[in-house]
């Protein structure tokens, strides 16, 4: 399999769309990914995309869980079009490591965390600097197998 049909937005009432386990052999995530406006669940672990996370999923207001792989040939220039996710509980992603000065400060920014697992993603900075940290329904951070070269007080971590 080498790529998506287009014609898939057509399913307009799709909730769910896993992908997971497919040989798409390095092929992009589609952009039209993104238009699927009732998609709430998207599953592409181990489905051979490569390249970057499209900024278009920003647009799936409604998506409670987002699973773009776990084989590490996905990336993302920057997180921001997360925070236009309101309704997101459940999130991985991979190599961050273009990301990792501003991740902390979107995290704040999505107040529907449940869980987040960004296990050896090239993080290597953790910036503090917030007033106050806002991780209120966050139960699980799995940052195992970074980089990290900074400290993380726990007095930041109880504001």
Known sequence: MTGIDPALVELQHLQ???LSFNAFDG???PDFLGSMKELRHLDLT???FSGRIPHQLG???KLISLKPSSDYSLSAKNLWWLTTLPSLNYMSLVNLSMASHDWVHVINMSPSLVELYLWNCGLSYI???LPSVNFTSLRVLDLR???FNSTIHHSKLDS
């Open 27 to 29: 092929a992009p995530i």
């Open 127 to 129: 910036s503090l600097t």
């Open 46 to 48: 181990y489905a051979g």
């Open 59 to 61: 647009n799936l207001s």
């Open 145 to 147: 197998f970074n980089n």
């Open 16 to 18: 769910l769309l896993d």
